[in-house]
């Protein structure tokens, strides 16, 4: 009996993962059927197309979940799977999706007078043009290319406001309060992985130029905190010292790792690599977070009187989106990364703000209860998108795997380091450990050097890699050092 059970339920399975994939493979040649029809409503394929992306995003993190894993990795599991599958099915609207930028590049050089099949070549490459060009001029191809500028543009929303939620849960006083260990970790946990990084990106691949390597080197220096803090609750260590230490270090380690992009970037947009163009860049970077944390709040206090007679749910959705796009706005006028403004702006921006609608506690809701259903839809289109932007065949050559060992390597290793930096009296290993996920935060990082052309398919696919290693590592060794450290306290007592 138990056998037949057993058997029952492989069938079962198997009959489940064959309609699943059957429904996968009708909801991505929907758009494209949507699109070769000529539709009256223009906007019927766009919704095809955002609605089939964001119910494998659901699949995604429903898998993850199940096998106690962050959302953020289903997402993009997820993702690489039908971006992969598509393309090996000759799927044209995940062909389009998987080229991503590279398609508005090409549209940008064609409008500026070049030749379109001369653009494609630019923008593609020599193989890549050949197919996408027979896409967009066949039947429903300026379709899918709306399609995919609507998913892109979506994608690049979420990312503004996952960094907008994180900044609201992020306050000056916090940053206070964490102290010198965690400021310690924190500047170790980024300058080393850069140097690692960047030394790594020498090595291996010496054919790339010193922006890449850079970008590269900013890249290993990020931290994403929501996969250790959700590993740690699990655990129930929150009220460790090391947890503390670890979730102080993460929010200097956001501080400085939206800095060193905003750094690295302005160079590679202005073609500069020199020490006073590095110093007006850190310049730009801090006379914007001065002039945002003063201006600021006297900005706030002067919309929120003239909206005052809104209702409460109104005017603080209308406030937070307007502050929060001004800021991205403003930060991207002065050659920094939007994301940059967003964290400002979520920092800034709290529910005292709206006093004159009542005590705090009796507002019916808050500002994260608003802005979160956003991020909720918005954030797995990202990280679906990212994953179908990785090219599995680009693993076939031997140096992309050896640039993303060595990635890896030097991820793990930078990181891990940065926790013999807390002091005494605090255990090092939970704390190495607890820095080492890039998550979410290194995919924003690897898609905004993709979107300035820095990156390319390669690398990208490598830097990918080294988020997934790092994430999938993070939540079983954590457990084994606070385990581990739990025992020896124990014995040596």
């Known amino acids: 009996m138990p056998e037949s059970n057993s058997c029952k339920r492989k069938d079962q399975l198997k009959v489940r993962g064959l309609w699943i994939f059957s429904f996968f493979l009708l909801l ?13 409503d223009p906007i019927a394929p766009v919704i095809l197309g955002v609605t089939g992306i964001l119910f494998f995003a659901v699949l995604g993190k429903f898998a993850a979940r199940r096998f106690n894993q962050p959302s953020v990795l289903g997402e993009l599991l ?19 999706l998987r080229q991503g930028p590279a398609i508005f590049e090409m549209v940008d050089y064609a409008l500026s007078g070049e030749p379109l099949p001369s653009a494609a070549v630019h923008a593609l490459g020599q193989n890549d043009s050949v197919t996408i060009l027979n896409i967009l001029q066949g039947p429903g191809g300026a379709a899918l290319t709306q399609v995919a500028q609507t998913v892109d543009v979506f994608s690049r929303y979420g990312v503004i406001f996952m960094l907008f939620l994180i900044g609201l849960e992020t ?3 916090e940053m206070r309060e ?14 080393a992985p850069f140097i690692l990084g960047f030394m790594a990106a020498r090595v291996l691949m010496p054919e790339l130029s010193i922006d890449v390597d850079l970008f590269v080197a900013a890249t290993l220096g990020a931290t994403s905190v929501g996969i250790t803090a959700r590993v740690m609750t699990e655990l129930r260590v929150t009220h460790c010292q090391e947890s503390r230490v670890i979730l102080g270090a993460a929010i200097i380690d956001d501080i400085l790792g939206l800095v060193m992009l905003a750094i690295v970037s302005g160079i590679i947009v202005s073609g500069e690599f020199e020490i006073a163009s ?10 914007f977070l001065w002039v945002s944390f003063k201006i600021g709040p006297y900005f706030l206090r002067y919309v929120i009187n003239l909206v005052r007679h809104l209702d409460i749910g109104e005017a603080k959705m209308f406030i937070s989106f307007l502050f929060v796009m001004v800021l991205a706005w403003t930060a991207n006028l002065v050659g920094l990364a939007t994301i940059v403004g967003a964290f400002a702006a979520g920092m800034i921006l709290h529910d005292t703000y709206f006093r004159h609608w009542g005590e705090i506690r009796e507002h019916r809701v808050s500002i994260k209860d608003l802005i979160s259903p956003l991020e909720v839809i918005l954030v797995p289109i990202f990280f679906v998108l990212m994953g179908v932007q990785v090219k599995l065949e680009s693993m076939y050559d031997p140096r992309v795997l050896s640039m993303a060992g060595g990635l890896i390597i030097a991820a793990i290793i930078g990181k891990f380091i940065s926790g013999y930096f807390a002091g ?16 979410e935060v290194g995919l924003v990082f690897a898609s905004i050097g993709k979107s300035l052309g820095v990156i390319n398919d390669e690398l990208f696919s490598a830097l990918v890699m080294m988020v997934i290693v790092t994430t999938v590592l993070t939540p079983p060794a954590l457990k084994f050092a606070f385990a581990y450290c739990e025992k020896k306290q124990r014995i040596s007592d």
Do not use: C, Q
């Open 171 to 173: 306050s000056l006083e």
């Open 178 to 191: 964490v102290g010198g260990p965690s400021l310690r970790v924190a500047v170790v946990g980024v300058v």
């Open 424 to 439: 005494k009296g605090i255990r090092s290993l939970p704390v190495g450990v607890g820095m080492v996920p890039r998550g």
């Open 278 to 287: 590095t110093f007006r860049i850190i310049g730009l970077a801090m006379l």
């Open 78 to 96: 997820m993702g690489i799977v039908i971006g992969n599958v598509g393309y090996w099915f000759g799927n044209d609207f995940i062909e389009v």
């Open 28 to 40: 991505i040649s929907v758009p494209v059927w949507a699109a070769s029809r000529g539709h009256a």
